[in-house]
């Protein structure tokens, strides 16, 4: 839980400390070559200073911050890394790629790989989505070749399309209901409107990204070209149970959990209870590890074998675990001080429509903070007054509204967004490169998303 600290400046200081912030960080990576965790910590106590958060909560600060994105990240990129490394070492990965550019063709790979992640993407958290997908996607990128934005952003797109945009993701489920949106239309219109956003703002923006970025697969983390295929790999229906087994899991849990919300399941069962818990997604990663263990590595690893296999697969991500939580306490530190409050109290006083207002908000506050999930429900929180001194708004437009929230959360994912870490890292990319792609890119969604929400307001 983070501190909460009493702001010491008015808006127009607070933000000029946000803007020196962000400036000195991206001084110290790209320019002093400052490692990026370094330099992340470092800005994080300056900011802490400067907007004069008392000195003996300035270390809580930053341990909430970072401890706090530790807790949703660590566990599933450990675990998502674990089934990614069994898959490809057994030849699962390399059974699905070949599968996918089989049925779909060596042009439309990426669009095969963007289509699953859709899929996948709409019970699975945005980064567990991601580190699960991502061995499919270096395969299928060195067995095509060329740059590997122009297979891995569709994928990387259409996870934080489905997490921003449609429930069961908090995001939007907090917004609704702070807006009083019917939670079933706003899943409608989500789907709906997250299709053609992913299309066009994040699938043909990977076709041009990856003629003008060359890439190549970071063999630290996926294994290298030289990887060997196993004699006997796993076949194709196998390896897709063992990708599907955490989307159910995950699935049933939200089930279950709308049913005890209508009064459906009993809440006290036991066996409720134990769906609720098997589906929270860390769980459900556990569960697929230790399936995979079972699956991929019986005949074709030993027990010993194996055990090397899932540790080495930690070493490579233990730097972008610390840079992504370096990045959480940055946003920690920057929501702490009164920053993003206080920009969205002013843009909330200018009187502009309320779906308009909702996006410049969360706008705001996402390029205060970083954090989407924290944008939109904030956003959400201060909005839920106009809303309702607003009459004459229908279901759909509540849902359009979550939906404006949701695109204005997205747009320029920086360097005080765990989630710009995590990518970039990934895909081994440098601080400029990822500003360049991969920032570029979640603008488009939430520019390109809010176009087709505000004109879908103005038709219906």
Known sequence: METTIEPAYGTAPLLLIAAGAVGLLLVLIIWARLHAFVSLVLVSLLVALATRIPLADIVPTLLDGFGSTLANVALLVGLGVMIGRLL??????????????????????????????????????????????????????????????LYALPAAGAFAVMHAFVPPHPGPVAAADLLGANLGTTLIVGTVLALPTWYLASYLYSRYAGRRFEIQVPAEIAGGPGTEAPARPPHFATVLAILLLPLVLIFGNTGISSLITTGAAPEDAWWVQTLVMVGQTPVALLITVLVAIVVLGAGRHSRAQVERIVDGALGPVCAIILVTGAGGMFGGVLRASGIGEALAGSLASIGLPVIVAAFVIATALRVAQGSATVALTTTAALVAPMVESTSGLSSMDLALIVIAIACGSTVLSHVNDSGFWLVGRFLG???????????VMETLIGLVGFAFAFLLSLVL
């Open 88 to 149: 490809e070492t057994t030849g699962g990965a390399a059974v699905l790629a070949e599968t996918l550019v089989r049925r779909f063709g060596e042009r439309r790979a990426p669009l095969a790989l963007g289509v699953a992640s859709l899929l996948f993407g709409f019970p699975i958290f945005f980064d567990a989505g991601l580190v699960v997908m991502l061995p499919i996607v270096f395969s299928v990128a060195r067995r095509l070749g060329g740059s590997v934005l």
């Open 429 to 439: 990319m440098d601080t400029a490169t990822t500003l360049r792609t991969w920032t």
